[in-house]
């Protein structure tokens, strides 16, 4: 893990019925660590960006995720490279 952390991409999928509203959003955003939130259109309705120093935080960062009413299911990505338009390799 880069010295600075680790970016983490949790796809969240709403319970059939709730709303995906900004609501929900925002409550994913209030997360400590929590970088951005986007509403999606797919398979998944809000994909959360977030930051960890270590991997113990992974496991008390998708439990606060999971306790959201309304959340029915998680996936989680771990980063392992990122690239940018403009920056050299």
């Known amino acids: 893990m880069a010295e600075d952390g680790a970016d ?8 059939a019925g709730a709303p995906a509203d900004a609501g929900l959003g925002r ?11 986007h509403s999606v259109a797919g398979a998944s309705d809000f994909v959360v ?8 935080e992974v496991v008390g960062r998708l439990h606060r995720i999971r306790s ?22």
């Open 8 to 15: 983490v991409f949790t796809l969240v999928r709403v319970e």
């Open 27 to 37: 409550s994913l955003a209030r997360i400590p660590g929590v970088v951005e939130v």
């Open 49 to 56: 960006r977030w930051r960890i120093r270590n991997f113990e």
């Open 68 to 89: 959201i009413r309304g959340v029915a299911t998680t996936q989680t990505l771990l980063s392992v490279s990122r690239y940018r338009e403009g920056e050299a390799p």
